[in-house]
């Protein structure tokens, strides 16, 4: 996805103040916070995003505007274009690849979660700035020269191409000391993910899996529905028909509250329990998985290892302006579980803190945070943890915003 500046998203034209006048529209009638949207003249801007985004309250992190046709090609078909993988820095300052979609041609190259990336298009990543490395990995074609952990090297050239984006990154059933243990790696909540997670789960039945390890890591969110999928998938039927989620609006909009129900799903397969590995950037609708399973399964049976979550229990609508190009996606509710809980602005904290090992692929039994569910699945209790795997300040990544944060890849 392309990291360049967004800004420019419809300059004004001459005279035509239409976008202003449709955002203005859109959040004094959607907007979660309308009663708190400053009074400000759109005549002071240049450019439609920068009106929009001092619009927003103090503590919106989320609201955005975006290209329609870029929006509708994520949300519905999980297409978009880049080279189709994302990095972050680990504690050492190295940038890692923190996951790949199948789709990606370095994939294709053997190139998989945990490699160093060491240069780019012969530069030193050591030595250059975010924003250069940003600048470099914005270009149509790039050349990298990745690194594994056993030092082996490989140089790439690839081109950006529209990808067709994995949700499911990986699914397996271990056997570990005579369990049966089930492992999705799920990066976002995109209509194609229904699929995706029915073919999991059915994959998790065949193979007689009794115990469930979600891996949400970088899973910003997505489609509440495919949330409420992934959750009746979880806990089978047993709840179909009970609340799984309350949906609140703005004052003017309480005819628009609804509540969502668990749903009958085919593959359903009804875990007692579930681990499920977190940081911050699991966000939205990942958290609104966790907080909905926890009145039915029990919050000591929705066990979290990792890192506090991002901290957003609220959502948003997608407004489509066609003739525009325009998509203007502004927080419009507020999202509980049925017992009325939700305000986890500063994130739901996990039971076991471990810092996102960058080292090891999704799956493998020597990550640590995989490996901490397993310990305690064998053992009834969390390991001992070593200071090199205790959580780290250090560690970092990429900032964005809107359509690019939730894709999260280049």
């Known amino acids: 996805m392309s990291c360049s500046d967004d800004s420019g998203i419809l300059p004004r034209s001459g005279n035509d103040n239409t976008a202003y006048e449709i955002i203005d529209k859109t959040m004094q009638e959607w907007y979660l916070w309308n009663d708190n949207l400053p009074t400000i003249s759109s005549a002071n801007y240049s450019s439609a995003n920068d009106y929009f985004e001092d619009l927003l309250a103090s503590n919106d992190r989320w609201s955005y505007i975006a290209n329609l046709d870029d929006l509708l090609a994520y949300f519905e078909n999980g297409t978009y274009t880049g080279y189709g993988l994302s990095f972050k820095f680990d504690s050492n300052n190295d940038l890692r690849v923190k996951l790949i979609f199948n789709d990606s041609p370095l994939f294709s190259s053997g190139i998989t979660r945990g490699w160093k990336l060491v240069k780019i298009n012969q530069l030193d990543i050591s030595s250059l700035s975010e924003e250069q490395i940003l600048s470099e990995l914005?270009?149509?074609?790039?050349?990298?020269?990745?690194?594994?952990?056993?030092?082996?090297?490989?140089?790439?050239?690839?081109?950006?191409?529209?990808?067709?984006?994995?949700?499911?990154?990986?699914?397996?059933?271990?056997?570990?000391?005579?369990?049966?243990?089930?492992?999705?790696?799920?990066?976002?909540?995109?209509?194609?993910?229904?699929?995706?997670?029915?073919?999991?789960?059915?994959?998790?039945?065949?193979?007689?899996?009794?115990?469930?390890?979600?891996?949400?890591?970088?899973?910003?969110?997505?489609?509440?529905?495919?949330?409420?999928?992934?959750?009746?998938?979880?806990?089978?039927?047993?709840?179909?028909?009970?609340?799984?989620?309350k949906v609140s609006h703005n004052k003017s909009k309480t005819g628009e509250d609804f509540t969502e129900?668990?749903?009958?799903?085919?593959?359903?397969?009804?875990?007692?329990?579930?681990?499920v590995i977190t940081t911050s950037n699991t966000a939205s609708a990942s958290e609104m998985v966790i907080n909905g399973l926890k009145p039915y399964m029990g919050k000591d049976k929705v066990i979290l290892i990792g890192s506090k979550t991002h901290g957003k229990p609220v959502g948003m609508y997608v407004f489509e302006e066609k003739a525009l190009n325009l998509a203007i996606v502004p927080i419009s509710f507020s999202i509980t579980n049925a017992l009325g809980e939700g305000d986890y602005f500063d994130g739901i904290p996990v039971d076991f803190e471990l810092a996102d090992d960058l080292s090891h692929d999704f799956g493998d039994i020597d990550e640590s945070n995989f490996k901490a569910a397993l310990d305690y699945i064998v053992n009834d209790n969390f390991p001992v943890v070593t200071a090199s795997k205790a959580l780290s300040t250090n560690e970092r990544e990429f900032k964005k915003k809107g359509l690019e944060e939730l894709i999260d890849a280049f």
């Not at 129900?261 to 681990?275: I, P, S």
């Open 138 to 245: 914005d270009k149509s074609t790039g050349t990298f020269l990745f690194e594994n952990n056993a030092g082996e090297q490989k140089e790439i050239t690839a081109t950006q191409k529209e990808l067709d984006q994995n949700t499911v990154l990986k699914r397996e059933v271990i056997p570990y000391e005579g369990i049966q243990v089930a492992y999705l790696a799920f990066d976002s909540f995109l209509g194609k993910s229904e699929d995706e997670l029915n073919e999991a789960f059915t994959y998790f039945k065949e193979q007689n899996a009794t115990e469930l390890v979600l891996d949400l890591r970088y899973n910003g969110g997505g489609s509440t529905y495919i949330s409420n999928q992934l959750a009746s998938l979880i806990t089978g039927n047993a709840y179909a028909g009970d609340i799984y989620s």
């Open 261 to 275: 129900a668990f749903e009958n799903q085919g593959a359903a397969f009804g875990f007692d329990r579930v681990f």
